[in-house]
C-alpha cells in the first residue's frame, strides 16, 4: 500500500475491514474493535434489513460480544436501500462513533458503498422525471431482456458495459439514468470521483483467501443457511408480501429460494444457482477491491491463525494511526474465531 506522505493527524481515523463474502470478516471485525476501542459500521447492503437474518449471514448478538454495531437492522425489507441512503446514514454513525471517543471500523463486502463513504462521494439530486425514465427502461428489461439493456449501456458507456454484468439490471439502469439525466457517462463521473482524496486517515484492509478455500467456505455457508432455516425465512417474507420487485428480495439467497417457493425451479436447482452466483459474486468484489486506492491485503494464507492476522493489522494500526491506542490481548495459541440506526 502506498499511503500519502502527507501527514493526516488533522484528520479523523477510520478503519475500513472488507473482503468477498464468507472470508471471515465478521469475527475479526469484532476481535479488532476489542483490541482498538472501536465501534463497527455495517457496509452491507442486506444486513440493513429486518427479518433477513439467515440469508445475510448477519451477525448474531452474541457474537457481538458487546461492541455497539450500526446499520444492522434498521430498515423494512419493503423498503429501498441504495448508496445514497448508506451514506447519509453511515455518516450519522460515524458521528456517533466519534461522540463516543471511539474508532469506526466500517465492515462489510459492498465495495461502492464503502467508496462513497471513504471519499465522500458527491450523489446528484435524483429529477422527478428519472422514475418516469426508470420505469421505461425497466420495463424494456422485462420485455426484452437484461441483455437489450447491457447493450444500450454499451453504446453510451463502453466502460461501465465492461465492468457491470449484464444481469445487473439495477446498476446498468442508474448508469443508464445518469447519462440521460446530465449526458456524461457514469464512468467519468466515477473517474473524477475517485480522485478525491479521503477527509478521512483510514486504513483499508482486504481479507480474502485462496480462491479454493473461499469457494469451499462459500458453499458450506451455503449449506449452514438452508440447515438453519433459510427456506422458512424467505417463506415468512413471501407471506408478509415481499414479492421480486423488492431491492431485498434481490439478495443473494432470496430470489433463488423465492423462484423455489413460486414453482419456478426445484429447490436443488435454487441451491446449486445459489452458490454458484455467490461464488460469481465473490470473484466481482475482489475485482471491485483491486482497483482501489491505499488497499492493505489480508490474505489467510499468508499467516498461520487468526491471531496472526489481527497481530498484522495492529501493528500496521500502532505504526500509521497513531491517535488509535492498541490494546494486545491475543496470543498466538488462541484462534476463536432490532434498532434505528443507533448501536445494537
Not at 35 to 54: E, K, L, P, T
Not at 192 to 207: C, D, K, M, N, T
Request: aromatic share 8%; hydrophobic share 35%.
Amino acid at each position: 500500500m502506498n499511503m500519502e506522505d502527507k501527514p493526516q493527524s488533522n484528520k479523523k481515523p477510520l478503519i475500513i475491514l472488507t473482503g468477498p463474502t464468507a472470508a471471515g470478516k465478521t469475527a475479526l471485525s469484532v476481535r479488532l474493535a476489542q483490541a482498538i476501542h472501536g465501534q463497527i459500521i455495517s457496509a452491507d447492503s442486506m444486513q440493513v434489513y429486518r427479518h433477513m437474518d439467515i440469508g445475510t449471514a448477519k451477525v448474531r448478538k452474541e457474537e457481538m460480544q458487546g461492541i455497539p454495531h450500526y446499520l444492522i437492522d434498521v430498515l423494512d425489507p419493503k423498503e429501498p436501500f441504495d448508496v445514497v441512503r448508506f451514506q447519509k446514514l453511515a455518516k450519522t454513525a460515524l458521528q456517533s462513533v466519534y461522540d463516543a471517543d471511539a474508532v469506526p471500523i466500517v465492515v462489510g463486502g459492498t465495495g461502492f458503498y464503502i467508496q462513497a463513504l471513504l471519499y465522500d462521494i458527491q450523489f446528484q439530486e435524483e429529477p422527478e422525471t428519472s422514475l418516469d425514465y426508470r420505469r421505461t427502461l425497466q420495463a424494456l428489461a422485462k420485455e426484452k431482456g437484461a441483455e437489450y439493456l447491457h447493450d444500450r449501456l454499451r453504446d453510451v458507456d463502453p466502460e461501465s458495459a465492461d465492468k457491470i454484468h449484464a444481469n445487473n439490471i439495477k446498476r446498468v439502469i442508474r448508469a443508464l439514468e445518469f447519462h440521460h439525466q446530465t449526458g456524461m457517462p457514469i464512468s467519468e463521473h466515477n473517474r473524477i470521483e475517485r480522485e478525491r482524496q479521503s477527509p478521512y486517515a483510514f486504513l483499508y484492509f482486504v481479507l480474502t483467501d485462496s480462491r479454493r478455500t473461499l469457494y469451499e467456505r462459500i458453499d458450506q455457508r451455503v449449506d449452514d443457511m438452508l440447515r438453519e432455516g433459510l427456506v422458512e425465512e424467505v417463506r415468512k417474507l413471501k407471506e408478509s408480501g415481499c414479492g421480486s420487485d423488492l431491492v431485498s428480495m434481490q439478495g443473494l439467497g432470496y430470489k433463488e429460494i423465492l423462484c423455489y417457493l413460486n414453482g419456478e425451479c426445484t429447490l436443488d436447482e435454487a441451491i446449486y444457482i445459489m452458490k454458484r452466483d455467490t461464488r460469481h459474486f465473490a470473484k466481482r468484489q475482489l475485482t471491485w477491491f483491486r482497483r482501489e486506492r491505499e488497499v492493505l491485503w489480508m490474505n489467510r494464507s499468508d499467516f498461520p491463525s487468526e491471531d496472526a492476522i489481527l497481530n498484522a493489522m495492529l501493528d500496521i494500526i500502532a505504526e500509521r494511526l497513531p491517535i488509535c491506542q492498541v490494546q494486545r490481548t491475543t496470543t498466538e495459541e488462541s484462534n476463536d474465531g432490532t434498532n434505528n440506526g443507533t448501536p445494537i
